[in-house]
């Protein structure tokens, strides 16, 4: 095992500081890896990896950063580079809207074939029902139909029951 050889220029109460002042796992354990080293607690990264329970080359990622940046580059929080959303904010937005709207949509399929008509979006059913069920909190059940014979059906009942109207049982 290598101990690894870096400079650190923070004091350890700065670095004990800034660990406190963070809310973000990461960013914490990037501060106690070097915390670490600083300390002389730890010598290596793969120490370091199997105390933070993370890979050994995540950590090293983490030591360039502090290398080529210094604190600044281990403090902030960079966006992620993910792939932007099938449906822009401001289409969810209006959607969200037209939820809200007394006639709404009856069902997701409904949905789907507003996103089409007035953005020109095709967007799979999946994709629709998780954006409503899971981040709109938003349900589209509709009773089922119902056959006329369900729908006489207790009407039939009362009519043919044996207790009339006086015989209450109350």
């Not at 010598?43 to 502090?66: E, G, K, M, P, S």
């Not at 604190?71 to 939820?99: F, H, M, Q, T, W």
């Not at 949905?111 to 629709?128: G, H, R, S």
């Amino acid at each position: 095992m290598m101990t690894t050889k870096i400079t650190i220029l923070e004091t350890e109460e700065d670095l004990k500081n800034f660990m406190s002042q963070t809310s973000d796992a990461t960013i914490k354990n990037k501060l106690q890896a070097i915390y670490w080293l600083k300390t002389g607690k730890v010598l290596t990264v793969t120490q370091i990896a199997d105390l933070l329970n993370c890979h050994r080359v995540t950590v090293q990622r983490w030591l360039n950063t502090y290398k080529n940046q210094g604190i600044k580059g281990i403090i902030i929080k960079k966006k992620s580079s993910g792939r932007p959303r099938k449906i822009a904010p401001e289409i969810v937005r209006k959607l969200e809207n037209e939820l809200q709207d007394c006639e709404g949509f009856s069902s997701y399929q409904e949905v789907q074939k507003w996103l089409k008509v007035f953005y020109d979006l095709n967007v799979k059913y999946p994709t629709v029902y998780k954006l409503l069920r899971y981040k709109l909190k938003a349900k589209l059940k509709v009773p089922r139909p119902r056959s006329l014979k369900q729908e006489k059906a207790p009407e039939e009942f009362k009519k043919n029951s044996n207790l009339s109207s006086s015989q209450n049982c109350h």
